[in-house]
């Protein structure tokens, strides 16, 4: 079910900032969409928090084939302050189901948790 309330919308717009090439490079810009107590399982299995996540995706990023692709894409808002987002990327052909957290702060809403799970069509 996707709730296309205002929250869904911003919390959408932010995954989708967090995945733009400018954004990543930039420390300021990149945690700025992050809430302080961010954690993160990425696809790796690697255990994320704020300050390594910004430093490991803002290093200078080796060059892709082509940008990192979103489908999917689905929100629903559980409480007034918070969005529940689920979604596909699909990065030079490493796919992964993914599901994170918005929550909406005095800053805005900033994502609070993220989790990566690798697939394969089959």
């Known amino acids: ?13 932010g995954e989708l900032r967090l995945l733009d090439p400018e954004v990543r490079a930039s420390p300021d810009l990149f945690g700025a969409l992050l809430h302080p107590e961010f954690t993160e399982i ?3 299995g690697t255990r994320w928090d704020r300050n390594s ?9 080796e060059p892709a084939s082509r940008p990192t692709t979103t489908s999917r894409m689905r929100g629903v808002q559980l ?7 689920t979604f596909d990327t699909d990065d030079n052909g490493r796919r992964a189901h993914r599901s994170s957290l918005w929550r909406r702060t005095d800053d805005g809403w900033q994502l ?4 990566g799970t690798p697939f394969t069509e089959g």
């Open 79 to 85: 409480a007034d302050d918070l969005v529940h987002l």
């Open 42 to 44: 990425g696809a790796s």
């Open 1 to 13: 079910m996707t709730d296309r309330t205002p929250a869904v919308a911003s919390a959408i717009e």
């Open 53 to 61: 996540i910004v430093r490991v995706l803002t290093a200078a990023p």
């Open 112 to 115: 609070w948790f993220h989790q």
